[in-house]
């Protein structure tokens, strides 16, 4: 079983629209968790760290279950510029160093 | 500010050749790590290091693959006798402290591999 599993979409959205992604995790010792985005042929940046009350950012909310270990990120008012690969990444206590993607959720917005 | 370079961007190599990709990490920064990312994968870890040290080799796939940061800034990955399922784009990506529970990494653009 994967670290780390996603829904690898596309998700074809509307601007506008709302648009949310789930990612569950297999390790319950998983600790640390984020959010990436990567646009085509480009680098991995970060989007937001996810924290245990949940967080928001703008447009952007992340949310951490652990109970159910999946994080989830909403995406209100979608731009075209949202459109990209999502990329859930999480590692786990004790071992800081090693994070785990998942394979990434493409998300396309539409005009 | 200057980001992470890598270099080569692009590298075709025959299979069986050896090939060594470098990583100019952010000035200062403690964490460098290496990823290998297939086509429609997310990365994958490959090696950790904590300014000189290698502290995790755990992701590396094979003997074929070597990592060095001798002087804890610029670090290169060779892989020996390359095969063509090392193609891939290898990432590298720095970190401003030890590898810690919310510390955010900075990726290179990386390298693409393709082994003929």
């Known amino acids: 079983r994967k670290e780390v599993e996603q829904d690898p979409g596309p998700f074809n959205v509307p601007e506008g629209a709302t648009v949310a992604f789930n990612c569950t995790y297999s390790?319950?010792?998983?600790?640390?968790f984020f959010w990436y985005r990567q646009d085509c042929r480009k680098e991995p940046k970060l989007l937001m760290s996810?924290?245990?009350s949940g967080n928001e950012d703008g447009r952007f909310t992340a949310q951490l279950n652990r109970a159910s270990q999946y994080i989830s990120l909403l995406i209100r008012d979608s731009k075209l510029s949202d459109s990209a690969t999502y990329l859930c990444?999480?590692?786990?206590?004790?071992?800081?160093?090693?994070?785990?993607f998942g394979s990434g959720t493409k998300l396309n917005v539409k005009p | 500010g200057a980001g992470v370079s890598q270099s080569p961007r692009y590298k075709v190599a025959k299979r069986g050749q050896d090939v060594a990709l470098r990583c100019d990490p952010i000035?200062?920064?403690?964490?460098l790590f290496w990823y290998q990312q297939a086509l429609g994968q997310g990365p994958e870890f490959l090696t950790y290091?904590?300014?000189?040290?290698?502290?995790?080799k755990s992701g590396l796939p094979s003997d074929r693959f070597f990592a060095e940061r001798p002087e804890g800034s610029v670090s290169t990955l060779k892989i020996q006798r390359t095969q063509q399922e090392d193609s891939a784009v290898y990432l590298c990506?720095?970190?401003?402290?030890?590898?810690?529970?919310?510390?955010?990494?900075?990726f290179g653009p990386g390298t693409r591999l393709l082994v003929l």
């Open positions: 390790n319950s010792a998983s600790q640390s």
């Open positions: 290091f904590q300014n000189e040290a290698q502290l995790d």
């Open positions: 990506a720095s970190s401003a402290r030890r590898a810690g529970s919310q510390e955010t990494q900075y």
């Open positions: 996810v924290y245990s």
């Open positions: 000035s200062g920064h403690v964490s």
């Open positions: 990444v999480v590692n786990r206590l004790y071992n800081f160093n090693k994070f785990y």
